[in-house]
């Protein structure tokens, strides 16, 4: 999700820059656009390190319920 928002808002800022030609352009680029692609990158790289987790963690949850599911001693 934060990919795609993050290519869009590059895209879009990118187009923005090219057409700068004043002062006040390129301080919307260094004063709004710079630093919300650079949170949109944030977002993502969060994003990123939270589904790893979350898949950490339900592995080993997995891993835990077998355990016990053996330790029960059930047969499937």
């Known amino acids: 999700m934060f990919d795609e928002v993050f290519g869009m808002a590059a895209m879009c800022a990118g187009s923005f820059r090219e057409g ?32 790893q987790k979350t898949f950490d963690i339900d592995r080993t949850l997995n891993d835990a319920r077998a355990l016990q599911f053996e330790d029960s001693g059930w047969t499937r």
């Open 20 to 51: 700068v030609r004043d002062t006040f352009g390129a301080s919307i680029v260094d004063d709004v656009l710079d630093p919300i692609l650079k949170e949109v990158d944030s977002l993502r790289i969060f994003n990123a390190d939270f589904q």
